[in-house]
């Protein structure tokens, strides 16, 4: 069974650092890609950042680009997300999701986590 | 690209046909899916490549379109679809969502 559980959501002030973690299992992680989707309180979802099986391509939402960093270490089964310069606007629930495919595009998001929240505010 | 999802919210009754449309700003070929979400819940894969069901997903779901026009349609909708349903894109990064529909219980 395929499971993410991810971890290191909190609540921080604004312009400090946060990294969350995923933790996946039930599957060979390093044969996928993974993604990050966040969903603000009561509003949307939003795609956050993606990144291809070996970490080869990366690519990130204009929202969050130059502030956030996506990572993998395919020998613990973990994603990572290191956030920067954290704003109120980045307030939101942070869900780790796999990917059908090792690419990050051109196939679909399988699996979701249960998601961990952040809270940038003073 | 963008992705307009319409309508943004609809009441329906059991039974009833609802039908769901997401417009691409640029062709996406087929690479289009949709996803169901229920309050305090992770979205749900529902629709992939535009038209191919989920293993799982009820036959009342489906999917069709290609290029820049998608539609999901609930044949005959059940109390346990009143949910919010996304569009995604994943022709190209930046991958993006639309909007969502929100059904709700007439």
């Known amino acids: 069974e395929v499971q993410l559980v991810e971890s290191g959501g909190g609540l921080v002030q604004p312009g400090r650092s946060l990294r969350l973690s995923c933790a996946a299992s039930?599957?060979?992680?390093?044969?996928?890609?993974m993604h990050w989707v966040r969903q603000a309180p009561g509003r949307g979802l939003e795609w956050v950042s993606g990144?291809?099986?070996?970490?080869?391509?990366?690519?990130?939402a204009d929202s969050v680009k130059g502030r956030f960093t996506i990572s993998r270490d395919n020998a613990k089964n973990s994603l990572y997300l290191q956030m920067k310069s954290l704003r109120p606007e980045d307030t939101a629930f942070y869900y780790c999701?796999?990917?059908f495919g090792s690419g990050g595009w051109r196939d679909h998001i399988d699996y979701w986590g249960q998601g961990t929240l952040v809270a940038v505010s003073s | 690209i963008q992705l307009t999802q319409s309508p943004s919210s609809l009441s329906a009754s059991v039974g009833d046909r609802v039908t769901i449309t997401c417009r691409a700003s640029?062709?996406?070929?087929?690479?289009l899916a949709w996803y169901q979400q229920k309050p305090g819940n992770a979205p749900k894969l529902l629709i992939y490549?535009?038209?191919t069901l989920e293993s799982g997903v009820p036959s009342r779901f489906s999917g069709s379109g290609s290029g820049t026009d998608f539609t999901l349609t609930i044949s005959s909708l059940q109390p346990e679809d009143f949910a919010t349903y996304y569009c995604?894109?994943?022709?190209?990064?930046?991958?993006?969502f639309g909007g969502g529909t929100k059904v709700e219980i007439k």
């Open positions: 039930g599957f060979t992680f390093d044969d996928y890609a």
């Open positions: 990144i291809s099986w070996n970490s080869g391509t990366i690519a990130y």
């Open positions: 999701a796999k990917d």
């Open positions: 640029q062709g996406i070929s087929s690479y």
């Open positions: 490549v535009a038209s």
């Open positions: 995604l894109q994943l022709n190209s990064y930046p991958l993006t």
